[in-house]
């Protein structure tokens, strides 16, 4: 089973900061995905990402897929408290099958 | 439209109770149906993921099981909850090109 390694695990920024979220791996996958969670609720899918190189924005969040297809990274420029939540990136093997980073809590305080 | 409903929402259990959480998926037919446990602030582990009725994939060894009674139902279950098995469990449907579309979780306290 492939691993994804995200980091950092907890980021705590103030309003308006820049930040950026890092996923990586050893191993290839066919896509890679964005979710979005909040506190006692499901991941959200933000974005996939299929193509090594490509770059997706969505609004103040831009996501970047690695060259090898091993790697993502997401940044979000001029954060906001709504921005606030748990980021996890997820790889999709050639199964179809989809392994979850652990995570990255991000607080953005007003 | 395409929705999942699970629950309940939330469940406390002492230990060595059973446990049944469900989910069901509408809008599709012959979905794959997953179920994760995720620890707080944490990534998911996949536990159990069916392409189809009566067809279940086990990841992980553990105290729980999972069927698939129909098309749309998938159910995860215990015969004795262990205090380890405490978490917020998710439902989840694979939609097109590998993409979750999630259920709201239940958090599970085993005391």
């Known amino acids: 089973t492939q691993l994804l390694e995200q980091s950092p695990q907890f980021l705590s920024i103030q309003e308006g900061e820049n930040l950026t979220v890092y996923c990586n791996s050893s191993?290839?996958?066919?896509?890679l995905q964005w979710y979005r969670q909040e506190p006692g609720e499901g991941p959200v899918l933000l974005v996939t990402v299929v193509t090594g190189g490509e770059v997706k924005k969505l609004k103040r969040l831009t996501f970047q897929f690695g060259d090898a297809r091993k790697d993502s990274s997401l940044h979000i420029t001029a954060a906001q408290p709504g921005d606030t939540g748990l980021y996890l990136c997820?790889?999709?093997?050639?199964?179809?099958?989809?392994?979850f980073g652990q995570g990255t809590t991000l607080q953005v305080k007003p | 439209s395409q929705t999942i409903h699970q629950w309940p929402a939330t469940l406390v259990q002492p230990v060595g109770s059973p446990l049944s959480l469900e989910c069901t998926v509408e809008g599709t037919s012959n979905p794959n149906l997953y179920w994760y446990r995720q620890a707080a602030g944490r990534g998911l582990q996949l536990l159990f993921y069916?392409?189809?009725?009566?067809?279940i994939s086990s990841e992980v060894p553990q105290n729980l099981s999972a069927s698939r009674p129909q098309d749309r139902q998938f159910i995860l279950s215990s015969k004795k909850l262990l205090l380890s098995d405490s978490g917020f469990y998710l439902c989840?449907?694979?939609?097109?090109?590998?993409?979750?579309?999630f259920g709201s979780g239940t958090q599970l306290s085993v005391l």
């Open positions: 997820a790889g999709v093997e050639n199964t179809g099958k989809l392994i």
């Open positions: 191993s290839v996958f066919s896509s």
């Open positions: 989840a449907w694979g939609t097109s090109w590998g993409k979750l579309l």
């Open positions: 069916s392409v189809g009725i009566g067809q």
